[in-house]
């Protein structure tokens, strides 16, 4: 009975060993298979990989590119901009109104209102003042005030008649007459009379 009982032991051990080789080759087949599917995908995924550091390498230089790019366009317009400040300022400058051959003489005024050129000081009735404006075809055409100063031999302004702000904005000066032309850009004669007190006008040179 022992032998027998020892005998279905050693069986049931063998079953039991038989059907553990089994069950272990199938768990090891499973996994092997997924260790292959594992291996595969991570296979793809290292390809992927490799596509995206090269397609973001591709990428780097194109920004890179486009840096360089943005940078010389930047100082290509900083360079344009700067030509086009001196270019308006030259233009402002070279479109001021020139004014020469100005001449001024003293008259006196008739009973009959007719008036005459006189040498005489205490005979002054009116300065007649004329001059020219240069032809500018860069100045704007159309109405422009004329600002007349004429300064008497002590450095004062004959006529005091109001105060005008030059272009600057900050300096002012005084003006003896005021008057308004139709300029065209072509030259331009230019002749007012003045009416002045005889007690105001010294001699000298105005």
């Given at each position: 009975?022992?032998?027998?009982?020892?005998?279905?032991?050693?069986?049931?051990?063998?079953?039991?060993?038989?059907?553990?080789?089994?069950?272990?080759?199938?768990?090891?087949?499973?996994?092997?298979?997924?260790?292959?599917?594992?291996e595969?995908?991570?296979?793809?995924?290292?390809?992927?990989?490799?596509?995206?550091v090269?397609?973001?390498?591709?990428?780097?230089?194109?920004?890179?590119?486009?840096?360089?790019?943005?940078?010389?366009?930047?100082?290509?317009?900083?360079?344009?901009?700067?030509?086009?400040?001196?270019?308006?300022d030259?233009?402002?400058?070279?479109?001021?109104?020139?004014?020469?051959?100005?001449?001024?003489?003293?008259?006196?005024?008739?009973?009959?209102?007719?008036?005459?050129?006189?040498?005489?000081?205490?005979?002054?009735?009116?300065?007649?003042?004329?001059?020219?404006?240069?032809?500018?075809?860069?100045?704007?055409s159309?109405?422009?005030?004329?600002?007349i100063?004429?300064?008497?031999?002590?450095?004062?302004?004959?006529?005091?008649?109001?105060?005008?702000?030059?272009?600057?904005?900050?300096?002012?000066?005084?003006?003896?007459?005021?008057?308004?032309?139709?300029?065209?850009?072509?030259?331009?004669?230019?002749?007012?009379?003045?009416?002045?007190?005889?007690?105001?006008?010294?001699?000298?040179?105005?």
């Amino acid at each position: 009975e022992e032998l027998e009982g020892e005998r279905e032991l050693i069986v049931m051990f063998r079953d039991s060993v038989v059907n553990l080789k089994q069950a272990n080759k199938s768990i090891i087949r499973r996994y092997r298979k997924k260790i292959a599917a594992l291996e595969s995908a991570n296979k793809e995924l290292f390809q992927q990989n490799e596509e995206l550091v090269a397609q973001n390498q591709g990428l780097n230089q194109q920004i890179d590119s486009a840096n360089v790019y943005i940078g010389n366009q930047i100082k290509r317009i900083d360079t344009l901009s700067q030509l086009n400040s001196d270019l308006t300022d030259k233009v402002t400058v070279g479109a001021i109104l020139k004014v020469n051959s100005v001449n001024v003489i003293a008259m006196r005024k008739r009973n009959n209102g007719d008036l005459r050129e006189t040498s005489r000081a205490r005979n002054t009735d009116v300065l007649r003042v004329s001059f020219t404006i240069d032809e500018n075809l860069l100045a704007e055409s159309g109405s422009k005030k004329i600002f007349i100063q004429v300064v008497n031999p002590g450095g004062g302004v004959v006529k005091n008649s109001g105060v005008s702000t030059l272009n600057d904005e900050v300096t002012e000066v005084s003006y003896t007459d005021i008057l308004d032309v139709d300029y065209i850009n072509e030259k331009l004669e230019v002749i007012t009379v003045i009416d002045v007190e005889r007690k105001e006008i010294n001699k000298g040179v105005y």
